[in-house]
């Protein structure tokens, strides 16, 4: 399989957000203003990228030799977590336009389980070092493309009439399950499936 | 006592009510059996990692505790996510990424910090239990639901009971397949959280 319909698959046919549910949280917690939703998208991608390739590195180099695979969860979990704080740091020391934009949203994605999620993809998929990287930015640019769908439509929504008790957030949801339905359309594009 | 145990099944329900630990919620809810499995894991985890931070948290520092949560649910995740391979193979490969994905749950960190942490440990305790259970029970009403509808089935069991037939024979060869697909998941979901607003409007009106 080339890497172009591996990047196409992770984007759109399998979409991280609508089809296999991970990042939901982030997804419908920060999807209410549409600059707020790029922001969050941007650090995605950054961090995503990122900590897929560090993990895939220690889980090759590290984990398997010593025998410690095991240690998997723990292991990135902490990784991750440690790379969040280190680059809130580093952004705030050396790039501050960068941090002022990002910064509220880096301690956030720690538990987002998306970015753990593709960790653990890549490694149960059997990537090697180039699919992890395509893999990897083709699902963080399709979590922005979601959330920004979402923040986009979520804007049109809250001057509309909706019955109380839908009112936030199970009309959100609605609007995800019209959403996955037409990104269900992606199926069997280019022979792919879910 | 036991007002804090019921308090995390119906009124704090986390799904349902404060809307967190939804990916696994609507990931692996297309099945009754999935649904209660995955609320099994999350019980065992939550009551553990609540017991563990509560009988320490005397000596856990304050500003170590989140990495040291961290590693003390891990533990307990890593524990389910290998018994669950070697005893039920079936159910953890339905389920897939979102057993370790248990880790990040963000129910069981919350319960860590907001309660564990500053409550003795049989409240702790029964605060795990409760919330676990309430977790349970939002995502097998959701299983139920998607599997009826979306399979024809209840409580089918991956290579061995074939599932009670609810909706009769004809059901099964043309469900509602849309039910166990994403959309469907979300569309519960929706309606379910809904429908709960709805009757608490009513009844405190």
């Known amino acids: 399989m080339s890497l172009f319909l591996l990047f196409l698959s992770a984007f759109l046919v399998n979409n991280i957000v609508l089809m296999r549910f991970l990042g939901l949280c982030p ?31 220690l889980y090759q180099y590290i984990l398997m030799p010593l025998n410690l695979v095991f240690l998997r969860t723990a292991a990135f979990i902490l990784v991750i977590a440690s790379l969040v704080q280190f680059l809130e740091i580093y952004f705030k020391k050396a790039i501050p336009g960068l941090y002022s934009a990002l910064g509220i949203f880096l301690p ?19 990537h090697s070092l180039i699919q992890t990287l395509v893999y990897s930015i083709g699902v963080s640019l399709g979590f922005t493309l979601a959330l920004v769908l979402m923040a986009g439509i979520r804007m049109r929504i809250d001057n509309a009439p909706v019955p109380d008790a ?15 339905l037409a990104f269900l359309g992606f199926q069997g594009f280019l022979g792919l499936s879910l | 006592m036991f007002k804090t145990f019921f308090e995390g099944i119906v009124k704090n329900n986390p799904v349902l009510v ?3 630990g939804l990916c696994p919620t609507l990931a692996v809810s297309t099945s009754a059996f999935n649904a209660l499995g995955m609320g099994a894991a999350v019980i065992f985890v939550l009551t553990f990692s609540n017991l563990i931070v509560s009988s320490f948290r005397k000596v856990i520092p304050d500003s170590l505790r989140i990495p040291i949560f961290i590693i003390v649910i891990s ?14 193979p079936g159910l953890s490969k339905n389920l897939g990424v979102f057993v370790p994905l248990i880790v990040v749950n963000c129910i069981i960190l ?13 409240k702790a305790i029964l605060d795990g239990l409760g919330s676990g259970i309430g977790f349970t029970l939002a995502i097998f009403i959701m299983g139920t639901i998607r599997e009826i ?9 991956p290579g061995g009971f074939e599932g009670f037939k609810v909706l ?32 608490e409007a009513r009844r405190s009106a």
């Open chain 1, 166 to 180: 839908m009112k936030g957030l199970p009309i959100a949801f609605i609007t995800a399950s019209l959403m996955a």
């Open chain 2, 75 to 88: 533990t307990f995740v890593t524990i389910v996510d290998y018994v669950m391979k070697a005893y039920l």
């Open chain 2, 168 to 199: 009769g024979q004809g059901f099964l060869n043309y469900p509602v397949l849309f039910m166990i697909l994403p959309p469907g998941g979300f569309l519960v979901i929706a309606f379910l959280m809904g429908g709960m607003r709805y009757f």
């Open chain 1, 108 to 126: 956030l994605i720690t538990t987002n389980c998306a970015i753990l999620g593709v960790a653990f993809l890549n490694i149960d998929y059997g």
């Open chain 1, 27 to 57: 997804f419908f917690g920060i999807s209410s203003k549409l600059d707020t939703a790029v922001g969050m998208g941007m650090s995605v991608i950054f961090v995503m990228v990122l900590s897929s390739v560090i993990t895939w590195f």
């Open chain 2, 110 to 122: 919350g319960r860590a910090e907001g309660f564990a942490y500053k409550n003795p440990v049989g």
């Open chain 2, 18 to 20: 404060l809307a967190i």
């Open chain 2, 149 to 157: 509808l979306g399979q024809g089935t209840w409580m089918s069991i």
